[in-house]
């Protein structure tokens, strides 16, 4: 299973940016997709993430992040508005997904996709 992150760039404040990733592989269920964040010198943190139709946001980013996912093609998105210089940062898709299979759940991991955000 591969997870595939696009979308990343330089945007100056207050702009909008919109990030995708797409998983492959043998995939049996793809329970949760997401995203979280890790800026320089900081730990990797939430972002946003979806079961089903329920997401859940980091609240740094509710109200200006918008996550949605497309089960039939098995893609995450997120719509980024209202960018500041704090959501600088390497974006990481991640997944839970259940492979082909088996019956086990595994947690999955992008590269990242760099944001820069200047003031």
């Known amino acids: 299973v591969q997870l595939q992150a696009s979308g990343g760039g330089s945007v100056q404040a207050g702009g909008s940016l919109r990030l995708s990733c797409a998983a492959s592989?043998?995939?049996?269920?793809?329970?949760?997709m997401g995203w979280y964040r890790q800026a320089p010198g900081k730990q990797r943190e939430l972002v946003a993430i979806?079961?089903?139709?329920?997401?859940v946001y980091a609240d740094s980013v509710k109200g200006r992040f918008t996550i949605s996912r497309d089960s039939a093609k098995n893609m995450v998105f997120l719509q980024m508005n209202s960018l500041n210089p704090e959501d600088t940062a390497a974006y990481y898709c991640?997944?839970?997904?259940?492979?082909?299979?088996?019956?086990?759940?595994?947690?999955?991991w992008g590269q990242g996709t760099l944001v820069t955000v200047s003031s």
């Open positions: 592989g043998s995939i049996g269920r793809l329970n949760v």
């Open positions: 979806i079961s089903s139709d329920n997401p």
């Open positions: 991640y997944a839970i997904i259940i492979p082909r299979g088996s019956s086990a759940t595994f947690q999955y």
